[in-house]
Protein backbone atom coordinates (compact mmCIF):
# COMPACT_ATOMS: atom_id res chain seq x y z
CA UNK A 1 0.00 0.00 0.00
CA UNK A 2 0.88 3.57 -0.52
CA UNK A 3 -1.13 5.11 1.35
CA UNK A 4 -2.09 8.31 -1.63
CA UNK A 5 -5.61 8.78 -2.18
CA UNK A 6 -6.22 10.49 -5.36
CA UNK A 7 -9.96 12.05 -5.88
CA UNK A 8 -11.34 10.24 -9.18
CA UNK A 9 -13.87 13.50 -9.65
CA UNK A 10 -11.36 16.00 -10.78
CA UNK A 11 -10.74 17.42 -14.01
CA UNK A 12 -7.11 17.21 -14.17
CA UNK A 13 -4.56 14.54 -12.87
CA UNK A 14 -1.71 16.39 -12.12
CA UNK A 15 -0.60 20.25 -12.24
CA UNK A 16 3.03 21.49 -12.06
CA UNK A 17 4.07 24.85 -10.30
CA UNK A 18 7.49 26.37 -10.53
CA UNK A 19 9.60 27.14 -13.50
CA UNK A 20 9.08 26.72 -17.26
CA UNK A 21 13.03 27.39 -18.69
CA UNK A 22 14.68 26.39 -21.96
CA UNK A 23 17.75 23.94 -22.04
CA UNK A 24 20.96 24.64 -24.23
CA UNK A 25 22.37 20.96 -24.73
CA UNK A 26 25.74 20.75 -25.74
CA UNK A 27 25.79 19.40 -29.44
CA UNK A 28 29.48 18.54 -29.38
CA UNK A 29 29.73 15.95 -26.77
CA UNK A 30 33.32 14.65 -25.15
CA UNK A 31 34.65 17.97 -24.89
CA UNK A 32 34.16 20.79 -22.07
CA UNK A 33 31.79 23.79 -22.52
CA UNK A 34 34.75 26.03 -23.28
CA UNK A 35 34.92 23.97 -26.57
CA UNK A 36 30.84 23.96 -27.29
CA UNK A 37 29.90 26.19 -29.74
CA UNK A 38 26.16 24.64 -30.65
CA UNK A 39 23.41 23.72 -28.71
CA UNK A 40 19.92 22.84 -29.22
CA UNK A 41 17.45 24.41 -27.66
CA UNK A 42 14.41 22.52 -25.61
CA UNK A 43 11.94 23.20 -23.06
CA UNK A 44 13.50 22.55 -20.00
CA UNK A 45 13.16 23.37 -16.32
CA UNK A 46 12.37 20.61 -13.57
CA UNK A 47 8.94 20.41 -12.99
CA UNK A 48 8.43 21.27 -16.63
CA UNK A 49 9.99 18.39 -17.82
CA UNK A 50 7.72 16.30 -15.12
CA UNK A 51 5.09 17.63 -16.31
CA UNK A 52 5.65 16.77 -20.00
CA UNK A 53 6.72 13.41 -18.89
CA UNK A 54 3.49 12.77 -17.70
CA UNK A 55 1.39 14.19 -20.55
CA UNK A 56 3.63 12.44 -23.08
CA UNK A 57 2.37 9.52 -20.72
CA UNK A 58 -1.40 9.86 -21.10
CA UNK A 59 -2.06 11.99 -18.07
CA UNK A 60 -4.44 15.39 -18.21
CA UNK A 61 -2.47 17.77 -16.99
CA UNK A 62 -2.18 21.34 -16.28
CA UNK A 63 0.58 23.96 -15.14
CA UNK A 64 0.93 27.21 -13.14
CA UNK A 65 3.73 29.34 -13.74
CA UNK A 66 4.80 32.62 -15.35
CA UNK A 67 6.70 33.24 -18.75
CA UNK A 68 8.85 35.74 -19.96
CA UNK A 69 7.33 38.18 -23.15
CA UNK A 70 9.49 37.14 -25.14
CA UNK A 71 10.24 34.87 -28.27
CA UNK A 72 11.52 32.07 -25.43
CA UNK A 73 7.91 32.23 -23.49
CA UNK A 74 6.35 32.18 -26.49
CA UNK A 75 8.24 28.98 -27.81
CA UNK A 76 7.59 27.18 -24.10
CA UNK A 77 3.59 28.13 -24.34
CA UNK A 78 3.42 26.45 -27.86
CA UNK A 79 5.06 23.46 -26.88
CA UNK A 80 3.02 22.49 -23.76
CA UNK A 81 -0.16 23.21 -26.14
CA UNK A 82 1.22 20.50 -28.12
CA UNK A 83 1.79 18.23 -25.08
CA UNK A 84 -1.81 19.12 -24.31
CA UNK A 85 -0.95 20.51 -20.92
CA UNK A 86 -3.46 23.17 -19.97
CA UNK A 87 -1.77 26.68 -19.84
CA UNK A 88 -4.54 28.41 -18.74
CA UNK A 89 -2.62 29.37 -15.47
CA UNK A 90 0.49 30.27 -17.03
CA UNK A 91 0.93 33.92 -17.23
CA UNK A 92 3.42 36.52 -18.92
CA UNK A 93 5.89 38.19 -16.92
CA UNK A 94 5.03 42.08 -18.03
CA UNK A 95 8.30 44.13 -15.94
CA UNK A 96 11.15 42.72 -18.74
CA UNK A 97 12.11 39.44 -16.84
CA UNK A 98 13.79 36.43 -18.74
CA UNK A 99 13.61 32.80 -19.62
CA UNK A 100 15.93 31.06 -17.43
CA UNK A 101 18.15 29.18 -19.16
CA UNK A 102 19.92 26.06 -18.29
CA UNK A 103 23.64 25.05 -20.79
CA UNK A 104 24.73 21.71 -20.28
CA UNK A 105 28.15 20.13 -20.89
CA UNK A 106 28.58 16.75 -21.97
CA UNK A 107 32.18 16.03 -21.34
CA UNK A 108 31.39 12.36 -21.34
CA UNK A 109 28.54 9.97 -20.33
CA UNK A 110 29.56 10.22 -16.52
CA UNK A 111 31.06 14.06 -16.14
CA UNK A 112 28.01 16.33 -17.18
CA UNK A 113 26.93 19.67 -15.74
CA UNK A 114 24.53 22.38 -15.84
CA UNK A 115 25.48 26.04 -16.60
CA UNK A 116 22.52 28.06 -15.30
CA UNK A 117 21.68 31.72 -16.12
CA UNK A 118 18.91 32.08 -13.67
CA UNK A 119 18.97 36.23 -12.80
CA UNK A 120 16.06 38.25 -12.97
CA UNK A 121 13.92 35.26 -14.89
CA UNK A 122 10.17 35.48 -14.56
CA UNK A 123 9.30 32.19 -13.43
CA UNK A 124 10.74 33.30 -9.73
CA UNK A 125 7.95 36.33 -10.36
CA UNK A 126 5.18 34.29 -9.44
CA UNK A 127 2.84 35.80 -6.81
CA UNK A 128 0.15 34.52 -5.13
CA UNK A 129 -2.15 37.09 -6.83
CA UNK A 130 -1.60 34.43 -9.66
CA UNK A 131 -2.63 30.91 -7.90
CA UNK A 132 -6.11 30.00 -8.64
CA UNK A 133 -7.75 27.83 -5.27
CA UNK A 134 -10.69 26.62 -7.79
CA UNK A 135 -7.95 25.32 -10.20
CA UNK A 136 -5.70 23.67 -7.85
CA UNK A 137 -9.22 21.79 -6.50
CA UNK A 138 -9.75 20.73 -9.89
CA UNK A 139 -6.36 18.58 -9.82
CA UNK A 140 -6.43 14.90 -8.41
CA UNK A 141 -2.62 16.07 -7.51
CA UNK A 142 -0.05 18.96 -7.31
CA UNK A 143 3.63 18.93 -8.04
CA UNK A 144 6.02 21.32 -6.65
CA UNK A 145 9.68 21.65 -7.11
CA UNK A 146 12.14 22.87 -4.79
CA UNK A 147 13.80 25.61 -7.16
CA UNK A 148 10.71 27.76 -6.90
CA UNK A 149 10.91 27.98 -3.08
CA UNK A 150 14.23 30.17 -3.50
CA UNK A 151 12.88 33.80 -4.04
CA UNK A 152 9.86 35.57 -2.94
CA UNK A 153 7.07 36.25 -4.45
CA UNK A 154 7.25 32.46 -6.24
CA UNK A 155 7.92 31.33 -2.85
CA UNK A 156 4.75 32.43 -1.06
CA UNK A 157 2.96 32.00 -4.10
CA UNK A 158 4.06 27.61 -3.78
CA UNK A 159 3.04 28.43 0.19
CA UNK A 160 -0.79 29.25 -0.42
CA UNK A 161 -0.87 26.14 -3.71
CA UNK A 162 0.05 24.01 -0.78
CA UNK A 163 -2.57 25.52 1.39
CA UNK A 164 -5.27 25.33 -0.92
CA UNK A 165 -3.99 21.21 -2.00
CA UNK A 166 -4.48 20.88 1.75
CA UNK A 167 -7.87 22.50 1.65
CA UNK A 168 -9.29 20.35 -1.26
CA UNK A 169 -7.48 17.41 -0.56
CA UNK A 170 -5.39 17.38 -3.34
CA UNK A 171 -1.87 15.04 -2.78
CA UNK A 172 1.27 17.29 -3.07
CA UNK A 173 4.29 15.41 -4.82
CA UNK A 174 6.97 17.32 -3.48
CA UNK A 175 10.59 16.94 -6.53
CA UNK A 176 13.15 18.34 -4.18
CA UNK A 177 15.12 19.61 -7.35
CA UNK A 178 17.72 21.23 -5.53
CA UNK A 179 19.89 23.41 -7.97
CA UNK A 180 22.59 25.54 -5.42
CA UNK A 181 23.05 28.48 -8.12
CA UNK A 182 19.88 29.76 -7.31
CA UNK A 183 19.92 29.83 -3.44
CA UNK A 184 22.00 32.42 -1.34
CA UNK A 185 22.32 30.53 2.05
CA UNK A 186 22.12 26.51 3.23
CA UNK A 187 20.28 27.27 6.47
CA UNK A 188 17.45 29.24 4.31
CA UNK A 189 17.41 26.65 1.82
CA UNK A 190 17.07 24.20 4.29
CA UNK A 191 14.41 26.24 6.02
CA UNK A 192 11.78 26.82 2.90
CA UNK A 193 12.36 22.69 2.04
CA UNK A 194 11.97 21.50 5.43
CA UNK A 195 8.90 23.98 5.74
CA UNK A 196 7.31 22.47 1.71
CA UNK A 197 8.20 18.61 3.01
CA UNK A 198 6.45 19.37 5.95
CA UNK A 199 3.13 19.35 3.95
CA UNK A 200 3.86 17.10 1.12
CA UNK A 201 2.77 13.55 0.78
CA UNK A 202 5.18 12.12 -1.33
CA UNK A 203 9.09 13.30 -1.03
CA UNK A 204 11.23 12.54 -4.13
CA UNK A 205 15.16 13.32 -3.96
CA UNK A 206 18.70 12.39 -3.73
CA UNK A 207 20.73 11.06 -0.94
CA UNK A 208 22.50 14.72 -1.44
CA UNK A 209 18.85 16.30 -1.43
CA UNK A 210 17.80 14.69 1.45
CA UNK A 211 21.56 16.00 3.38
CA UNK A 212 21.15 19.65 2.32
CA UNK A 213 17.40 19.46 4.37
CA UNK A 214 18.73 17.67 7.20
CA UNK A 215 22.13 19.40 8.06
CA UNK A 216 20.04 22.35 9.29
CA UNK A 217 19.01 19.95 12.30
CA UNK A 218 22.71 18.11 12.08
CA UNK A 219 21.14 15.22 11.10
CA UNK A 220 22.96 15.10 7.62
CA UNK A 221 24.39 11.47 6.67
CA UNK A 222 21.68 10.03 8.74
CA UNK A 223 20.77 6.79 6.60
CA UNK A 224 18.10 6.43 3.99
CA UNK A 225 15.36 5.16 6.77
CA UNK A 226 15.88 7.52 9.21
CA UNK A 227 15.38 10.19 6.49
CA UNK A 228 12.30 8.81 6.01
CA UNK A 229 10.53 8.12 9.05
CA UNK A 230 11.23 11.82 9.73
CA UNK A 231 8.65 12.47 7.51
CA UNK A 232 5.83 10.41 8.33
CA UNK A 233 5.06 12.32 11.18
CA UNK A 234 3.98 15.03 8.65
CA UNK A 235 1.62 14.12 5.93
CA UNK A 236 3.98 12.36 4.17
CA UNK A 237 2.86 8.72 2.98
CA UNK A 238 5.93 7.78 0.53
CA UNK A 239 9.07 9.30 0.74
CA UNK A 240 11.48 8.09 -2.27
CA UNK A 241 15.39 8.49 -2.26
CA UNK A 242 17.25 8.46 -5.27
CA UNK A 243 20.64 7.01 -5.85
CA UNK A 244 21.94 7.35 -9.06
CA UNK A 245 23.43 4.29 -11.00
CA UNK A 246 22.35 2.26 -8.24
CA UNK A 247 19.13 2.70 -7.99
CA UNK A 248 16.10 3.53 -5.67
CA UNK A 249 14.69 2.97 -2.27
CA UNK A 250 11.20 3.48 -1.30
CA UNK A 251 9.90 3.74 2.11
CA UNK A 252 5.87 3.66 2.96
CA UNK A 253 3.93 5.20 6.07
CA UNK A 254 2.93 1.40 6.82
CA UNK A 255 6.64 0.05 7.70
CA UNK A 256 7.49 -1.03 4.08
CA UNK A 257 10.69 -0.20 1.87
CA UNK A 258 10.68 -1.31 -1.87
CA UNK A 259 14.05 -1.18 -3.46
CA UNK A 260 14.45 -0.48 -7.48
CA UNK A 261 17.31 -1.59 -9.66
CA UNK A 262 18.19 0.13 -12.33
CA UNK A 263 17.76 -0.41 -16.23
CA UNK A 264 20.31 -0.44 -18.24
CA UNK A 265 21.38 2.81 -20.76
CA UNK A 266 23.72 3.52 -23.22
CA UNK A 267 24.02 6.51 -21.54
CA UNK A 268 24.70 10.02 -23.77
CA UNK A 269 24.23 12.19 -20.60
CA UNK A 270 22.80 11.84 -16.86
CA UNK A 271 20.77 14.79 -16.02
CA UNK A 272 17.33 14.05 -17.00
CA UNK A 273 17.34 10.67 -15.00
CA UNK A 274 15.67 12.35 -11.92
CA UNK A 275 12.84 14.17 -14.07
CA UNK A 276 11.86 11.37 -16.25
CA UNK A 277 11.57 8.74 -13.40
CA UNK A 278 9.64 11.40 -11.62
CA UNK A 279 7.14 11.86 -14.33
CA UNK A 280 6.75 7.75 -15.07
CA UNK A 281 6.47 7.00 -10.82
CA UNK A 282 3.46 9.83 -10.39
CA UNK A 283 1.68 8.31 -13.45
CA UNK A 284 2.38 4.75 -12.60
CA UNK A 285 1.23 5.60 -8.71
CA UNK A 286 -2.03 7.07 -10.02
CA UNK A 287 -2.80 4.56 -12.31
CA UNK A 288 -3.06 2.10 -9.66
CA UNK A 289 0.72 0.34 -9.63
CA UNK A 290 2.36 -0.68 -6.64
CA UNK A 291 5.30 1.30 -5.50
CA UNK A 292 7.87 -0.69 -6.35
CA UNK A 293 6.45 -1.28 -10.05
CA UNK A 294 6.45 2.68 -9.99
CA UNK A 295 9.74 3.23 -9.11
CA UNK A 296 10.55 0.13 -11.95
CA UNK A 297 8.72 2.59 -14.53
CA UNK A 298 10.37 5.44 -13.05
CA UNK A 299 13.75 3.89 -13.62
CA UNK A 300 12.91 2.75 -16.69
CA UNK A 301 11.77 6.21 -18.15
CA UNK A 302 14.95 7.64 -16.74
CA UNK A 303 16.90 4.81 -18.57
CA UNK A 304 15.36 5.98 -22.04
CA UNK A 305 16.08 9.88 -21.24
CA UNK A 306 19.58 9.82 -20.51
CA UNK A 307 20.11 7.84 -23.69
CA UNK A 308 19.04 10.31 -25.46
CA UNK A 309 20.03 14.21 -25.92
CA UNK A 310 17.54 15.97 -23.96
CA UNK A 311 15.12 15.41 -21.55
CA UNK A 312 11.85 17.21 -22.31
CA UNK A 313 11.45 16.06 -26.10
CA UNK A 314 12.74 12.66 -24.42
CA UNK A 315 10.40 12.03 -22.27
CA UNK A 316 8.71 8.38 -23.37
CA UNK A 317 5.62 8.03 -24.32
CA UNK A 318 3.38 5.33 -22.63
CA UNK A 319 3.84 2.95 -25.74
CA UNK A 320 7.51 3.45 -25.74
CA UNK A 321 7.50 3.18 -21.85
CA UNK A 322 5.81 -0.25 -22.10
CA UNK A 323 7.64 -1.60 -25.09
CA UNK A 324 10.93 -0.26 -23.14
CA UNK A 325 10.32 -2.83 -20.26
CA UNK A 326 9.28 -5.42 -22.29
CA UNK A 327 12.37 -5.71 -23.83
CA UNK A 328 14.64 -4.58 -20.90
CA UNK A 329 15.72 -6.20 -17.79
CA UNK A 330 15.92 -4.70 -14.69
CA UNK A 331 19.59 -5.02 -13.03
CA UNK A 332 18.87 -5.00 -9.38
CA UNK A 333 21.28 -2.39 -8.67
CA UNK A 334 19.65 -2.16 -4.91
CA UNK A 335 20.70 1.15 -3.46
CA UNK A 336 22.97 1.18 -0.49
N1 LIG B 1 23.69 5.67 -15.05
C1 LIG B 1 22.42 5.28 -14.90
N2 LIG B 1 21.97 4.16 -15.51
C2 LIG B 1 20.69 3.77 -15.37
N3 LIG B 1 19.77 4.42 -14.63
C3 LIG B 1 20.17 5.54 -13.99
C4 LIG B 1 21.50 6.04 -14.09
N4 LIG B 1 21.58 7.19 -13.35
C5 LIG B 1 20.35 7.38 -12.81
N5 LIG B 1 19.50 6.39 -13.18
C6 LIG B 1 18.10 6.24 -12.77
O1 LIG B 1 17.52 7.53 -12.58
C7 LIG B 1 17.11 7.70 -11.24
C8 LIG B 1 17.33 9.13 -10.83
O2 LIG B 1 18.69 9.46 -11.04
P1 LIG B 1 19.49 10.34 -9.94
O3 LIG B 1 20.79 10.71 -10.55
O4 LIG B 1 19.51 9.57 -8.68
O5 LIG B 1 18.52 11.59 -9.72
P2 LIG B 1 18.70 13.10 -10.26
O6 LIG B 1 18.79 13.00 -11.76
O7 LIG B 1 17.46 13.77 -9.78
O8 LIG B 1 19.96 13.62 -9.65
C9 LIG B 1 17.94 6.68 -10.45
O9 LIG B 1 17.29 6.33 -9.24
C10 LIG B 1 17.98 5.52 -11.42
O10 LIG B 1 16.76 4.80 -11.38
O1 LIG C 1 15.77 21.96 -14.06
C1 LIG C 1 16.40 22.71 -14.83
O2 LIG C 1 16.31 23.96 -14.85
C2 LIG C 1 17.34 22.02 -15.79
C3 LIG C 1 16.59 20.88 -16.50
O3 LIG C 1 15.75 21.41 -17.49
C4 LIG C 1 17.59 19.90 -17.12
O4 LIG C 1 16.99 19.11 -18.11
C5 LIG C 1 18.09 19.04 -16.00
O5 LIG C 1 19.03 19.38 -15.32
C6 LIG C 1 17.31 17.84 -15.64
O6 LIG C 1 17.78 17.52 -14.36
P1 LIG C 1 17.48 16.11 -13.66
O7 LIG C 1 16.34 15.43 -14.34
O8 LIG C 1 17.19 16.49 -12.27
O9 LIG C 1 18.75 15.32 -13.79
Not at 145 to 163: D, I, K, M, W, Y
Request: proline letters at 2%; hydrophobic letters at 40%.
Amino acid sequence: MNGLQFDPDRRLDVVAVGRLCIDLNANETGRPMEETMTFTKYVGGSPANIIIGAARLGMRTGFIGKLADDQMGRFIRSYLRKDGIDDSQVCVDRTGAVTGLAFTEIKSPQECSILMYRDHVADLLLNTEEISEAYIASSKALLISGTALAQSPSREAVFLALEFARKHNVTVFFDLDYRPYTWTSAAETAVYYNLAAEKSHCIIGTREEFDMMENLYNLAGADDQATAARWFSHQAELVVIKHGGSGSIGYTADGQSHRSGIFPAKVLKTFGAGDSYASAFIHSLMSGHSVSEAMRRGSASASIVISRHSCSDAMPTLEELEEFLRTNEEVTAGAQ
